[in-house]
């Protein structure tokens, strides 16, 4: 069994019930809604096939609703070529809302020689956007840098010229936006995904913690309660985002490192490294992390992978991410089968290696104080008993992702009265979840061992560190206990 876990973004070459199940068998553990596209018309088939899988296959399936965002784009009202030095005008459709194209041709005055501007769907870009920051368009294949203001209008020189077309993207990397993480279509999408009892929510161009605890607040009164919420992943795809990465991280449940637009807000050379980092970071907080985009791009079309693909998987795999995650590939590409089943064999092959031991000490036990100790002697426990698997009893999950990110040798075996806790047991690196109705809890340990012997997982005679997770309301180290059994 593999213990990174794999995202599959579901699409149309991935939504038929039969594929989805064909892309579960060959390793996925989530299936990702991206609400930038289709309708919740389509989505709630996904969601309602997704059920059926984990009833039918007696597995956890995650669900995860990633949420368009707040994405600003161009207005031209036909294409618009601009070149190298030229000086040409930004403003925003709110300063002008009744402006009458065609643009292309604008003119101030009859002394002015700046005859181009472009609008962007954003209200404040006057005040937002100073001089000297950049303007990138088309994922950063054309930019602009601003060298002026004016009432209405900024003037901008173009760095990298091209021809800009309608409704393009824009990213703002060296401006502090205002508009927050939550549009009201993603309002929408979150009360349709809070409905169905969606298992993750995934933000979009996050900027800083507030956004997610206002979130968070939101989902608890759309819910009606404070308990058994959609864990919120944060997705890192600003520079702003990376300034607040500490902040983040300490309000998020989960890290998602989208590296499409952070691979344009910053330069190319040093994503890598901010993902080695952040990785890092999560996994002393104690903090889930998954790594996305462009993981086996060629093989939306290709059936194999390039070499570069396949070290970009395993070295995220080293790095000691939870989670990748696959998006064209498994939503519109020719091989999602493939795909996974790719992915899966690199995580297999890296996890068996040397070079997938962590070092000692990566938890930061400041965190956490004596249940960090807790888990922490657990852990040392197993490994100096040679056992060869921790068995434990968690409502919430907390003890089972506490345990998880020391990345034990032995199994971890979950099991776990509550169905979010189970579903989201699916992004917990190496954890194998059982879910149960409510019984004493010694029989459920046993039940449990019994069933991973059958499986074959155990044999008797081995050593199992049993745990019984922490007490829900309990203060830290509010355990039930920590033995060894055989």
């Not at 080293?318 to 999602?336: C, F, N, Q, R, W």
Request: proline share 3%.
């Amino acid at each position: 069994m593999k213990k990174t876990r794999i995202i599959a973004t579901i699409g149309p070459a991935s939504d038929s019930k039969e594929v989805m199940k064909k892309i579960v068998d060959a390793g996925t553990n989530v299936f990702r809604l991206n609400f930038s596209h289709g309708t919740h018309e389509s989505h709630q088939v996904i969601i309602n096939q997704a059920r059926e899988l984990s009833r039918e296959t007696k597995r956890p399936i995650g669900l995860l609703a990633d949420l368009q965002g707040p994405r600003i784009r161009i207005s031209v009202d036909k294409d618009l070529e601009i070149k190298k030095s030229e000086i040409i005008r930004v403003s925003d459709s709110v300063v002008f809302p009744n402006f009458q194209f065609p643009i292309s041709n604008f003119q101030t005055n009859s002394n002015d020689q700046i005859s181009k501007i472009i609008f962007l769907d954003y209200p404040d870009i006057i005040n937002d956007i100073a001089v000297g920051n950049k303007i990138l368009i088309e994922d950063g294949i054309i930019r602009l840098e601003v060298v002026g203001k004016e009432k209405e209008f900024l003037t901008a020189k173009v760095v990298n010229g091209g021809i800009i077309k309608n409704h393009k993207g824009v990213n703002l990397p060296d401006s502090e936006l205002h508009f927050g993480a939550v549009t009201e279509k993603d309002k929408k999408d979150l009360e349709f995904a809070l409905k169905n009892e969606v298992d993750f929510v995934a933000l979009s161009f996050v900027s800083n913690a507030q956004e997610i605890l206002e979130t968070r607040e939101n989902i608890k009164t759309i819910l009606g309660r404070d308990a058994d919420l959609p864990q919120i992943v944060a997705k890192i795809e600003r520079k702003e985002a990376i300034n607040n990465i500490d902040e983040i991280i300490g309000a998020v449940d989960v890290i998602m490192v989208a590296r499409g637009d952070l691979g344009i807000e910053l330069e190319e050379s040093k994503v890598i490294l901010y993902q080695k980092e952040i990785i890092a970071k999560c996994l002393r907080a104690a903090k889930t992390v998954i790594v996305a985009t462009q993981m086996l791009d060629s093989m939306i079309n290709n059936p194999i992978p390039t070499r570069a693909e396949v070290s970009d998987v395993s070295n995220a795999v080293i790095d000691h991410t939870d989670a990748v995650m696959l998006s064209g590939e498994s939503a519109s590409g020719k091989y999602p089968i493939e795909a996974v089943e790719t992915m899966t064999k690199i995580i297999k092959d890296t996890e068996d290696s040397p070079f997938d031991d962590i070092n000692p000490g990566y938890l930061d036990e400041n965190i956490f104080n004596d249940y960090a100790s807790i888990i922490n002697s657990a852990h040392e426990m197993a490994k100096s008993s040679r056992a060869k698997a921790i068995v434990l009893f968690s409502e919430t999950g907390f003890s089972a992702r506490m345990i998880a990110h020391h990345r034990p040798t032995q199994l971890i075996i979950v099991g776990t009265y509550n169905l979010k806790t189970y579903n989201q047991m699916a992004m917990v690196w190496g954890a194998r979840a059982y879910l149960f109705e409510e019984q004493d809890r010694e029989e459920l340990i046993e039940q449990m061992i019994n069933i991973n012997k059958e499986g074959g997982r155990l044999s008797a005679g081995d050593k199992i560190v049993v745990i019984l997770g922490r007490i829900p309301g309990g203060k830290d180290g509010a355990l039930v206990g920590i033995r060894i059994v055989e």
